[in-house]
């Protein structure tokens, strides 16, 4: 019966799975090391006690009558010398003294011996301090009578007397003392000895306990061993290296960038680091998905990797952000390098389904030429990337001057929000005139920043400032303001035409736009239709979905939409469809040369009739002389915007244009010259053109 229970139990235990076999094994070993610890704790915790109270009778009690003992000793032999003293100064005031110092000599012996008397004592303590107590009081008033007597004699009939009489009283106390503090140093050794053997006897007992729950640990552990090996290897990994592409984290990076300021110190070989992250990264997961994101992560690591020396670290330090450390290498060779891991890196790549643009903006910093403090370094290294995607140039070797760059965007910062809010900013206007009429049919509202000490602020140099640190939103919130406002007045005054708002990715984030537009439009009684909102392609594919809700109801509320730039941005024309816009706008680039290159003016008539084609008007930015007006008349462009027609003027002068300027009337439509449009036909022919 009991083979059969016992094959049952084997063959239950075999057919469960490991995790639970081990799960089984480790809780049984377990629980049989915590019993054989239990009973140790059990033991130890009893003789510990007993330990302690030894101890403590030693350091808390004994230790404290010995030193009263000693007091009193020392107190005795202290008055017997101020009765020698009393006996022999002449001097009432030294004699005076004198008695001050014994009488208070024998309060502190009676305040010790009243302390003494206060703790628990055995029978021979009891017995010494009943014989203490009873001398103290008759030999106090021998005492007393030799004070007095030393106080009516002099010289050697006052010592004679101390001698004979005084001391000898006072030496029986001090016998009795010394019998005590004998007895208090045999009570404090006896007390060590019995705690010795207590400690000998536990560590005895504790240790036969202990041995055999090292047994059972040791079973335990060459089972469980490999596991927890496995496991810290796992915990390692994590802890160092990256998830998903496996390179090292953030910690390891700074472990080794500390490595590599030890080999400075003592072999003084620099380093350079370069941190770098890649370009769009964020459209690649808005558009494709996260998983495509991943998938571009883990190609960068590998190609980084492979371009990299042996010696060298690439790290991830956090979403789409990588570092490099470059041992022994000064900035001048790490631009060798970066060079060479951009030319591998920059390419478009198949990931799963999609083709994805790979590109990545790296900065350098080598110490210790450009700082020795490690943060530092890392702060001008991520200084030198920015610059690097700002001027879309790959890569930037850290200069003082871009530091400069850096310190002035911040202190721009804080001058753009004091700007909103003093009124240092104005709205400059360029007209946009129709091809067909040849007469103004709107305008663009572009802000300007006039600072009190910098001069005339260029857009281009707050616009991106504003972005970055979110002060776009109020700055926006004003150009919407101060324009419907305009607007409004000029209607008033019979010019009937629309004004055009740049709206940035913020902007059209911003769930709360249409709401505060309405508002506005509201407030200044102005129509919807008025107002025209631009906005570029990189802007709405930044996250399309809410981009695209928010133009919606902007469209809805009936206000115009027009797209920005159009051409330089990286979204496809099935989402151009899907997009509510009544106007596309092409980049002033594809306009500048129309007259020289062939290749722009086959871009501009193909997008005038892509525009066409999907029932919207389309904008020539960037005119600038009679020929491309001419040109983007014949191609059928709608209107048009450049200096040619107008710079961007202030609204007093845009005053002044709208009554003296030629531009600004109703007309018929102007003609090209036919000798141009001919002279463009023959220096370039379509297909169409050679059938």
Request: proline share 3%; charged share 25%; hydrophobic share 45%.
């Amino acid at each position: 019966m009991k083979l059969q229970l016992v094959a049952s139990l084997k063959y239950k235990i075999s057919a469960l799975s490991e995790p639970v076999r081990i799960g089984f094994g480790l809780g049984a070993g377990f629980a049989g090391t915590l019993l054989v610890m239990v009973l140790v704790m059990t033991v130890g915790f009893s003789y510990m006690a007993r330990i302690y109270a030894d101890l403590e009778q030693v350091s808390r009690v004994n230790n404290v009558k010995t030193e009263l003992a000693h007091k009193m000793k020392y107190v005795q032999r202290e008055r017997a010398l101020n009765l020698y003293a009393l006996a022999m100064v002449k001097d009432p005031f030294e004699a005076d003294e004198e008695l001050q110092h014994f009488n208070q000599k024998a309060r502190e012996f009676l305040l010790a011996l009243d302390k003494f008397g206060s703790f628990g004592m055995n029978v021979q303590e009891r017995d010494i301090f009943d014989k203490i107590k009873p001398l103290t009081e008759e030999r106090g008033r021998i005492v007393r009578d030799a004070i007095a007597f030393a106080q009516t004699h002099q010289g050697g009939q006052s010592l004679e007397y101390m001698r004979k009489v005084a001391i000898p009283g006072q030496q029986g106390i001090a016998d009795q003392v010394d019998k005590l503090l004998d007895l208090q140093e045999s009570l404090t050794q006896q007390a060590v000895v019995h705690a010795e053997e207590s400690y000998y006897r536990a560590r005895l007992f504790m240790l036969a306990l202990c041995g055999i729950a090292i047994a059972i640990g040791v079973l335990v552990a060459i089972v469980v061993l490999r596991h927890v090996m496995r496991q810290s290897r796992e915990l390692e990994q994590k802890a160092l290296f990256d998830d998903l592409t496996k390179l090292p984290n953030r910690s390891l990076f700074f472990d080794r960038l500390g490595q590599a300021t030890v080999i400075y110190g003592k072999e003084k070989k620099p380093f350079s680091i370069v941190i770098f992250d890649l370009d769009r990264f964020k459209e690649v997961n808005d558009i494709q998905g996260h998983h495509v994101g991943d998938l571009l992560l883990k190609y960068v690591a590998q190609k980084v990797t492979a371009a990299m020396r042996k010696t060298d670290t690439v790290a991830r330090l956090g979403g789409d952000e990588f570092g490099m450390l470059l041992p022994g290498v000064s900035a001048d060779s790490a631009e060798i390098i970066v060079k060479k891991i951009l030319a591998a890196l920059n390419q478009r790549v198949k990931l799963g389904e999609f083709m994805v643009d790979c590109a990545s903006s790296m900065g350098i910093a080598s110490y210790p030429e450009h700082d020795e403090d490690i943060p530092r370094l890392l702060l001008k290294a991520d200084m030198a990337m920015y610059a690097a995607k700002r001027a879309n140039v790959g890569y930037r070797i850290y200069t003082p001057e871009i530091e400069m760059v850096a310190s002035r965007n911040i202190e721009l910062q804080h001058e753009l929000r004091n700007a909103i809010e003093n009124k240092q900013l104005q709205l400059y206007y360029q007209p946009k005139i129709s091809h067909h009429s040849g007469s103004i049919v709107g305008v663009e509202a572009l802000v300007r920043w006039n600072h009190p000490e910098r001069g005339l602020v260029a857009p281009d140099d707050f616009i991106p400032l504003a972005e970055v640190t979110g002060l776009i939103q109020p700055l926006t919130l004003w150009v919407l303001q101060t324009a419907i406002k305009q607007s409004v007045t000029w209607h008033e005054a019979g010019h009937v035409f629309t004004i055009a708002i740049n709206l940035s990715t913020r902007n059209l984030l911003d769930g709360d736009l249409p709401g505060r537009i309405a508002k506005l439009l509201a407030t200044y009684r102005a129509k919807p239709e008025w107002l025209m909102l631009e906005i570029t392609e990189s802007s709405v594919m930044a996250e399309p979905a809410r981009a695209l809700d928010t133009l919606v109801k902007l469209n809805k509320m009936g206000i115009q939409l027009s797209l920005d730039d159009f051409g330089t941005g990286y979204s496809s024309l099935a989402y151009l469809r899907k997009l509510p816009v009544s106007e596309i706008k092409i980049d002033k680039s594809f306009i500048k040369d129309m007259e020289i290159d062939t290749n722009d003016t086959v871009i501009v008539r193909s997008t005038i009739a892509l525009g066409h084609n999907l029932g919207m008007k389309v904008v020539a930015e960037g005119v600038e002389n009679i020929e491309i007006w001419e040109l983007l008349t014949a191609l059928g462009c709608d209107s048009s915007q450049g200096y040619y027609m107008s710079r961007p003027i202030t609204v007093s002068a845009l005053d002044e244009w709208l009554h003296s300027s030629a531009w600004a009337k109703e007309k018929t439509v102007v003609q090209p010259r036919p000798h141009f449009i001919e002279r463009r036909r023959k220096q370039f022919k379509t297909p169409k053109d050679v059938e």
